[in-house]
């Protein structure tokens, strides 16, 4: 069983920062990638970034050069630092966590943690 527990999340005006953090428990493959995804109302959930176990990064284009994801492999943990908060960056934040060993692919997600640009 594996658990993703997420923090961080919270009401910011425009141009502020929050920092995102997610811890994975549970039987874990060491060689996974985590990674956040959002999903605004209405919309479909979508990849803002990923990060593999070895530090090769991911970004979707709208958070380029705002958002900056970081892992600590020894706390099974990632997180989300976001700068320059933009109200179309609202919705529920979702960490996740995926591996692949042979065939099978395991894949996991948090809870979500609500994030609320106001303009």
């Known amino acids: 069983q594996v658990q993703l527990v997420e923090s961080g999340g919270g009401l910011v005006q425009a141009g502020g920062s929050l920092r995102l953090s997610c811890a994975a428990s549970?039987?874990?493959?060491?060689?996974?990638?985590m990674g956040w995804y959002r999903q605004a109302p209405g919309k479909q959930r979508e990849l803002v970034a990923d990060?593999?176990?070895?530090?090769?990064?991911n970004y979707a284009d709208s958070v380029k050069g705002r958002f900056t994801i970081s892992r600590e492999n020894a706390k099974n943990t990632v997180y989300l630092q976001m700068n320059s908060l933009k109200p179309e960056d609202t919705g529920v934040y979702y960490c996740?966590?995926?591996?692949?060993?042979?065939?099978?692919?395991?894949?996991?997600w948090g809870q979500g943690t609500q994030v609320t640009v106001s303009s």
């Open positions: 549970g039987s874990l493959f060491s060689i996974n990638v």
């Open positions: 996740n966590i995926r591996w692949q060993p042979v065939s099978n692919k395991y894949e996991y």
């Open positions: 990060i593999s176990y070895n530090g090769l990064m």
